[in-house]
């Protein structure tokens, strides 16, 4: 029998719709640029699941016991036996975010000369591994690749590819592999246990260390219950520690399934390596026992690491993408699918055949959304990845997209069918736009503080 939320709202938080004019007026003010709209005129904001979830009764009232001592708080050990409970690593270091966390390991681990392989490197882990001088290198499975092909398991690693990439550059040159738990930058798709467990043998027989990026551990491991026969009948709690008994070690940012509005962690198996990077630690985050974090918010983690492993909870969280998923396409958007745990990716590309990518396709969708109803999502396209070549033309992203990541517990079935329906009469009206250009763009990471003006 088909079950709703396992909760009932007990305090609620005003959003408005400003007027057609007024969200003409903030796009123009916004130079087109998403990033750059005050929050309170969004309407339903679908930029992120990270931070934006909402915290259930029984986490503010843990914030309510935070023990602000600044060495070996109470609330230290509540989130240390929490980090401990699921990941079964001894050894934990709080950070305030996930890239914290990255920047840490990586600034211990990551040197020139070295290859660091993954299924797909989130864009904050490729950066702080390139900024310590290794290459990340992403090595998911082709289906992972293609954006409409239906596969139980797109974030899986290509184990054939691991194998060679071990075996060509041998354990002195890759200092660790990573996988990330649910596959982020190819949609929120699952990695099944089965592939973890190759992934993990290979490097283990190649004495390579594997970690995972754990931000979605839980809806990763929801996915595995419901598509990977032989884990069927267990628990979310017992397939979790089996995902996490094949990694040496993980990094995770806290703002997605630590159900917490900031926060992270490293777990590690490794003593020495814990010690390597408990000076960073201190240097970059704060003492060992907090990383940056209030008592509070280390409480409020340490509850949110509980309920989010609730199968009552997975259900509804990862049933609701789907069911939004379904929405969409039933006004003729068409998506990328299977749809991931925590968004919805829009394909701009059939919405508008006749924009050419230098007029970014992707953003223009992304715009129309906000200038129709209020709704904010972000664009992962051309003017996110697209270059200028050194001959003057333009090198365009490969595919076109918007992401709409639905945040947790926040918003209701009715707030997303209102969504989808606002994307059915962005459709409807694509004959009209006809693309942006350029009018500032900064050096680096050009999305989110560019400037654009619509093409006339
Ligand atoms: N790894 C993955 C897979 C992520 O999705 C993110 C953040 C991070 C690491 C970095 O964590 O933001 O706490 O520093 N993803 C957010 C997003 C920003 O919108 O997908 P952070």
Known sequence: MWQPEPYRIKMVEPIRLPGRAEREAHLAKAGYNLFSIPAEAVFIDLLTDSGTGAMSDRQWSALMRGDESYAQARSWFRFYEAVKGFTGMEHVLPCHQGRAGENILFSEISKPGLTIPSNNHFDTTRANIEFYGAEALDLV??????????????????????????KKLGAAKVPLVMCTVTNNTGGGQPVSLANIKGASEICHKHGVPFFLDACRFAENAWFIKQREPLYKDKSVREIVREMFSCADGATMSAKKDGLGNIGGFIALRDGDLARRLQNSLILREGFLTYGGLAGRDLEALAQGFEEVQEESYLSARVGQVADFGEALKSHGVSILEPVGGHAVYLDAKPVYPNIPAERFPAQTLAVALYREGGVRGV??????????????????????????????????????????????????????????????????????????????
């Open 141 to 166: 499975v082709a289906e992972g690749r293609d954006p409409h092909k239906i596969f139980p398991f797109k974030g899986n690693i290509d184990l054939g590819r691991l194998e060679d990439t071990l």
């Open 379 to 456: 664009e992962i396209g051309s003017l996110m990845f697209g270059k200028k070549r050194e001959d003057g033309t333009f090198e365009p992203s490969a595919m076109e997209l918007v992401r709409l990541a639905v945040p947790r517990r926040v918003y209701t079935a009715s707030h997303l069918s209102y969504v989808a329906e606002v994307a059915g009469e962005v459709i409807k009206k694509a004959g009209q736009e006809k693309g942006y250009k350029l009018t500032y763009e900064p050096p680096f990471l050009r999305h989110f503080t560019s400037r654009l003006a619509p093409v006339s």
